[in-house]
């Protein structure tokens, strides 16, 4: 009984020390997406211009392209240079035993690290629908109608090199974050309405303040020159000179309003 006793109390203690580690290994994984306000609205299906569907610019790894990568001593998820092993075969052949080649493929940006993914809800302001109830005994209702055609549009906080490849990483890293439709630009359509009433009292003026949200992502790109090695039968990848740069980004959110309402006595 006593060797059963001390058994049970070494597989316990290990199961109280495992446990917090993975549970912390799980919340960095699996991170809760953004909490949209009720104040922000999805105008996708009366958005007036059809923006294009922003898919995420991951591109599947091929089988040889999976071996080139587990090879690399630094992690690659660009997937621009992705698309460029996939596209890629040498065939293993007897008379390639004595074969010795190193192949430059250039300096590209590698990987991204996300450090802080932040929703911005008043981004820019798009559009003032107004009212003048001062002379009214009742209750004005109105709702959102858009203008004027809006394009709202994203960018990188700074000049760095490769940057639409670093823009589609960052990209991948702030959707998988927020699980929101993103993309570095989007456009709300003239005429675009919403039927949500909002009501103006009598003696006041009412002003419907329209935004575009967006998100700020900021992060580390990991550079490095690529080198494919041939040596026999194996192709390994070789990354020198790796450097780190921090970057940051705002990238919209496509097909949402953030809406602000005021009803005031005096005009703004």
Known sequence: MKWYSFIFTVIFSLFLMITPA?????????KPPVKVPSSVMNIAKENTYPNSTQDQPYLQPSDFTKQLLKSSNVKIENPDLIRIFNESNINKSPFSIGLRATIFLGLWPLNYESAETSPNWEYQKINTNYFDNRGGRTNYQFHYVQESQKVIKGGLTAKIPNSEDVKKMMLIKAMDNTNLPLSFDTIVGAGTKKDQIYNIPPKRLGYLYAYAPAVNEKGKVTYGEVYLVLKGTKRIIT????????????IPVQDHVSFGFAA???PR
């Open 22 to 30: 993975y549970a912390e290994k799980m919340g960095k994984a699996a």
């Open 239 to 250: 990354v020198k000179n790796v450097t780190s740069q921090g970057i940051g980004a705002w």
């Open 264 to 266: 005031t006595e005096r």
